[in-house]
């Protein structure tokens, strides 16, 4: 990549939203040019679990059986902590057949990418978009690599950036999205075999995820409301140590291997789409991370965009970007309703821990209520998140 081109399709961004829309599309035989600002993979600040419904697109995509082959667990319940040390159990919902995964983000992204690059499209490594304009009917991006900067210009963009988009920011969709919080990520050594589980601990502050991954490692993922230490994972550490179920299972957990933080998170949706643009995973809208959606959403949102720009191609411009705009709706709107209710309780840790209790006596609450977080509610709620997602999206 070097002076000016012109391409047909523009991807901004390597993670699993990027890199699936970008694998689709080079599989349909369409010139395919993703950019990735990183050079190789320096690690993503992230609980590592992926839920049902993103292993049934991994499954389509016919790349599971190598994950699995490579290591990536299958994770099929839920233990969900109070902050008082009360715990209820869960079966984790399926889809499509699929159970939930534990797998690092270093085989999951990279992978995807190898497969992106092996099916036609072209990956540039430590390339950064910084610039973005419409010109005439194209649009003409900035990217700066190895010292140098390319002029692209592209039938359609699609930014995938994650949540705090430059593509978005560029294109004049960047909204306003709430800060809520400073997201931890641990490794630690994995001294007894999986028990097929994630455990999530309500914190005073803040909540943490722990999912075994591939090469006998387990992963801490966790996001803090707010910090006051200089060091936020003095605050992490200070906050499980005062969770009794957390403390017993961290104190069984082997050496901390490495740790990653990232700040500020973003959730919500924006505008997703302009003429010849669009915005998928967390770029165009970003759930809680308590709720283990997030790569699904990505994998499912790469999915859809690819279907979305091959009908522009076809000359479908106002259809394809309205029947990916319900897409978002449907998929992303409802479950950032159901989200925003259940962090009302997260952030009130005597309310968490009524709710803990309640849902240990009654188990069946408690399936519906992870269930809530893994579809568009379900018979619970009814068509109550859906009809909520329609006013979160112009
Ligand atoms: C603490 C925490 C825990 C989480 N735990 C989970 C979990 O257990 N399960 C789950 O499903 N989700 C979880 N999530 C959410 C999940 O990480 C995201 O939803 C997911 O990564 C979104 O994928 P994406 O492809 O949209 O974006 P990303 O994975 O963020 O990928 C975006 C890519 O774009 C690149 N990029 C950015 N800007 C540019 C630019 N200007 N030029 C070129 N490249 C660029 C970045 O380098 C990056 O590789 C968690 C999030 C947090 C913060």
Same mark, same amino acid.
């Given at each position: 990549m070097s002076g000016r081109e012109e391409i047909e399709i523009l991807v901004v961004g390597g993670g699993p939203a990027g890199a699936t829309a970008a694998l689709l599309l080079?599989?349909?035989?369409?010139?395919?040019?993703?950019?990735?600002?990183r050079r190789e993979y320096q690690g993503k600040v992230c609980g590592e679990f992926v839920s049902a419904e993103g292993v049934a697109v991994l499954r389509r995509l016919g790349i599971l059986e190598r994950l699995l082959s490579r290591g990536a667990l299958p994770i099929t319940h839920t233990r969900i902590h109070s902050a008082s040390g009360d715990a209820f159990d869960s079966t984790l919902p399926r889809s499509a057949g699929e159970g939930g995964i534990g797998i690092s983000r270093r085989l999951l992204d990279e992978a995807l990418l190898a497969d992106a690059a092996a099916a036609g499209a072209r990956i540039f490594r430590g390339a950064r978009l910084s610039g973005l304009s419409r010109v005439a009917s194209r649009w003409v991006a900035r990217v700066h690599r190895e010292g140098s900067?390319?002029?692209? @210009?592209?039938?359609? %963009?699609?930014?995938?950036?994650? #949540?705090?988009?430059k593509v978005a920011e560029l294109a004049g969709l960047a909204?306003?999205?709430?800060?809520?919080?400073?997201?931890?990520?641990?490794?630690?050594?994995?001294?007894?075999? @999986?028990?097929?589980? %994630?455990?999530?601990?309500?914190? #005073?502050?803040?909540?943490?995820?722990l999912a075994p991954v591939e090469q006998g490692r387990w992963c801490l993922g966790a996001l803090l409301f707010r910090s006051a230490a200089a060091n936020p994972f003095t605050d992490l550490t200070a906050s499980l140590a005062t969770t009794s179920g957390a403390r017993a299972i961290l104190a069984s957990l082997g050496d901390r291997l490495d740790q990653g933080a990232t700040h500020p998170i973003r959730i919500g949706m924006r505008r997703p789409t302009t003429t010849g643009l669009l915005l998928a995973g967390d770029a165009a809208g970003s759930v809680d991370p308590f709720s283990g959606?997030?790569?699904?959403?990505a994998l499912m949102g790469g999915e859809a965009a690819a279907e979305s720009i091959l009908g522009i191609l076809r000359g479908r411009e106002s259809p394809a970007r309205l029947g990916y705009r319900d897409f978002l709706r449907r998929e992303v709107g409802s479950r950032l309703i159901v989200t925003a209710l259940l962090r009302?309780?997260?952030?009130?840790?005597?309310?968490?821990?009524a709710c803990v209790s309640a849902f240990r006596r009654h188990p069946i609450l408690a399936s519906r209520l992870v269930g809530l977080t893994r579809n568009s509610g379900g018979p619970f709620l009814g068509p109550l998140p859906r009809l909520a997602a329609r006013f979160l999206l112009k």
């Open positions: 080079a599989r349909s035989g369409i010139e395919v040019c993703l950019v990735e600002r900067t390319a002029t692209l @210009s592209a039938r359609v %963009v699609l930014g995938a950036g994650g #949540r705090n988009s909204g306003t999205l709430p800060n809520v919080g400073m997201g931890l990520q641990n490794h630690f050594l994995r001294l007894s075999p @999986s028990d097929e589980r %994630v455990n999530l601990f309500l914190l #005073r502050g803040g909540y943490a995820g959606q997030g790569i699904a959403l009302r309780i997260l952030e009130r840790p005597s309310l968490a821990h």
